[in-house]
Structures are given as C-alpha cells and as structure tokens.
C-alpha cells in the first residue's frame, strides 16, 4: 500500500492542475480543497485580515474560481432569480473587470436556500465556463465576450428537480464535464468547449444528484472523468464518454469525492479508497464506515482526510489507512466545503462565522475565528496571495 501512496504522490506533482497559479474549479486544481502555496494564516482578523470585500449584484452558493490575477464568480438575481450574472472582479482590489448577464432560458424555481447560481464555474486557462440550475450553460473568453451559449432545458425539457440542481463543472482534454443529473431526464455530457457542441451524452440513474465530476490523471497526460451518482462512480473518457471502468456499490449524491494522485476517496460506505491506476476496475484500498461526510466534501491534506459533518463536528482520518486519529467539535452548521493548505484547516459556517483549525495539534483546535456576519453557504476558493470566501451577496477576500 505505501508503494500506492507514493505513487498518488508523485502523480499529484505531475496533474496538469497542481498549479499555484490558478483555482480553477470547485475545491481546487486537485480536486480535493487544498494547494500547495504554503500554510494558511495563524491567525484571522477583521482589521487586518480582510484584503478587500465587495457587494455582489445578486444571490448565489456557487464558488469563486482564480485565474492569476483575476477571480470569477456567477450569482441570479430578480424575482424569479431569472438574471443570470458572471463577473470578472481583480485579485487585487476587488474592482469589477466586466460583468455579463443572460436570461434563463429553463426553469429557476429552487430551494429557498439555495440559489440559480449554486454550481461554480469553471476555466480551462482560455475560457471561463458557467453552469446554472436553469442548465443554460455559458462560454466566455477571458476578456467576457461570449463564445457560446446554451440552454440545456431546450434540448432537454425534463431535466430538473424541484430543489434546484447544483453540480459544478470540470474540464479535461478539451471537454466540458455537465452532470445534469435528476429524477426524471437524467444525463451527464461531455461538450466542446471550442464550440459548445455535444461530444457525447451518456444516460445516467434516474435519481437527484447535486455532487460534481472529478477529473482523474493518468500515465501518458491521460485523463478520465469520475462520474458520481447514489449507485456508484462511472470513470469515463472526457472526449468519447467511453466507460473505462464502474464502481457500482453505492455513492453519496450530496458530497463528492476527493483526489489525491492515483486514489479516489469516494463518499461511499462511510469512505472508501480507490486506486485507479491499474487496468480495468479500480482497486478498493480500504473502506472506514466511521468517516462519513456529510453535506460538505472530503478535503486532502498532508497525509490526512478530513470530514465535515453538518452540524459542526470535524472527523480527522489516516489518508493512507482510513484509520481515524480524532475528532472536533467545531460551530456549525455548514454546507460549504472546507479548504485547507499546510497543517491549517478553514471552515466557515452557514452564519458567516470563519473557523481556522490547527490540524498538526493530536486532536486538532481552533485557533482563530472571523464573523463575516452574513449568509456563507459556499466552499472558500485559495490562491497563493488570499482566501476568496463566497457568502449569499458578497465576496472577500483574506489574506494569506
């Protein structure tokens, strides 16, 4: 088994991804809410602290994404939350760039506390690409201007829930990964990202699933896009949706798996590890009924796995082993996905209130907090110079 760690290791240095230049997705470049930009602050304050914080011109859940010196987030707004938003703000001072809005073509009726704007966007280092619960789906370059559009719920009328839809997009080899999962016209699609035309369209389990794709390396710059749904996770090539191989025992639809080289620690059973880097069916390392997530996803960092349960409590387990070390109870309740960087662990609750954790102490402890004072119900977003924390109308921005 050390032998596969180390492998995971060095094939998280040679992800395309693990970069510190940029976030370009929902948890980060390795899909697992953590960089390598060294530690997080010791310590969190209003005076200091806050770098910039700015007023967003409608709601959202989704997270920010960062490409050098600019960050982009989405948000809706009317009331219908029929204006969709995508905005280009400056890492640097916070000032609007550019700002573009579109018309949801399909339905916007949602949860009331969750938003049209709750996946986050994604970029492929050209184009900036934004996904709503109305399944209209936009391209823009760098600069805003529209490359394409599209409006799923055109071609596919019956693809909603009533709770609203809320799974993030990723991208590899010139593919766009949609999960348009739900209980009626269920389907994941692999799209070109040049021209927003349908590569593939695979049928997927007729079930409401909010919990993302993730995007796994392999040797050779190969890539496969991880599929996950309450019957298991589909591992399937981003450019023909060829199915590579199927874990079919069973899978969360809220949290979504997190990476950490050739292993995929899936939410299944509590958690399982899966190696993928062999031939055919990936490999089940172990499987740790007592690491169970919750809402929030599981985040990697420095040979540990960490869950976030709803209500508060951080459960701290052996990457290697699933063995749990230790537990903490934190002040919940969350929804959003903690972020971490070195041996420090951020965690901000549904009431705004940002958690550092110390996570190199035996049983992990909180060692600063920050009352942003408002509605934060998404995942924090990290780059080399801040901490991006999304909450329902505004964006700031931490120092690091």
Not at 16 to 33: C, L, S
Not at 74 to 85: M, N
Not at 197 to 211: G, Q, S, T
Not at 223 to 250: M, N
Request: proline content about 6%.
């Amino acid at each position: 088994m050390k032998k596969t760690f180390l492998l995971s290791a060095l094939c998280s240095l040679l992800c395309p991804w693990a970069t510190n230049a940029h976030w370009p997705q929902f948890r980060g470049p390795d899909f697992n809410g953590t960089d390598n930009a060294g530690e997080l602050p010791a310590q969190l304050s209003a005076s200091g602290g806050i770098a910039w914080q700015t007023a967003l011109p409608g709601r959202g859940l989704s997270s920010p994404i960062i490409l050098k010196d600019r960050v982009y987030v989405t948000c809706s707004s009317g009331p219908k939350q029929q204006t969709l938003h995508v905005l280009c703000l400056s890492a640097t001072d916070g000032h609007k760039i550019w700002e573009r809005t579109f018309q949801a073509t399909g339905r916007t009726m949602c949860h009331e506390k969750t938003s049209v704007a709750a996946p986050s966007p994604a970029t492929d280092g050209e184009r900036v690409f934004a996904l709503f619960s109305s399944n209209d789906l936009v391209c823009l370059d760098l600069d805003g201007n529209l490359v394409w559009f599209r409006g799923l719920s055109v071609d596919y009328p019956n693809a909603s829930n009533s709770l609203g839809m809320s799974s993030s997009l990723a991208t590899a080899d010139g593919a766009l990964i949609a999960q348009v999962e739900n209980d009626t016209e269920s389907f994941t699609a692999g799209i070109d990202v040049a021209t927003g035309a349908n590569l593939w369209k695979l049928d997927r389990p007729r079930m409401a699933n909010w919990c993302s794709p993730t995007v796994l390396s392999l040797p050779g710059g190969k890539h496969l896009a991880a599929l996950q749904s309450g019957k298991g996770i589909t591992a399937v090539d981003p450019r023909t949706g060829r199915t590579a191989w199927d874990y079919k025992d069973g899978a969360s639809t809220t949290a979504s798996s997190a990476l950490s080289g050739s292993v995929i620690y899936a939410p299944s059973h509590g958690l399982t590890a899966l190696d993928f880097s062999g031939d055919g069916e990936p490999k089940q390392l172990w499987r740790a009924a007592q690491l169970r997530p919750g809402t929030a996803s599981p985040v990697i960092a420095g040979g540990r796995i960490l869950l976030m349960a709803d209500g508060g409590v951080l459960t701290c387990g052996e990457l290697e082993t699933g063995k749990r070390l230790w537990q903490l109870r934190t002040k919940g309740p969350f929804s959003g996905t903690p972020v971490a960087a070195g041996n420090r662990l951020l965690a901000v609750n549904e009431k705004g209130l940002a958690q550092l954790v110390d996570l190199s102490k035996p049983e992990g402890e909180v060692i600063s907090e920050l009352d942003l004072n408002h509605t934060v119900l998404s995942t924090p977003s990290l780059a080399k110079e801040g901490i991006y924390i999304r909450g329902e109308s505004r964006l700031w921005k931490l120092r690091r």
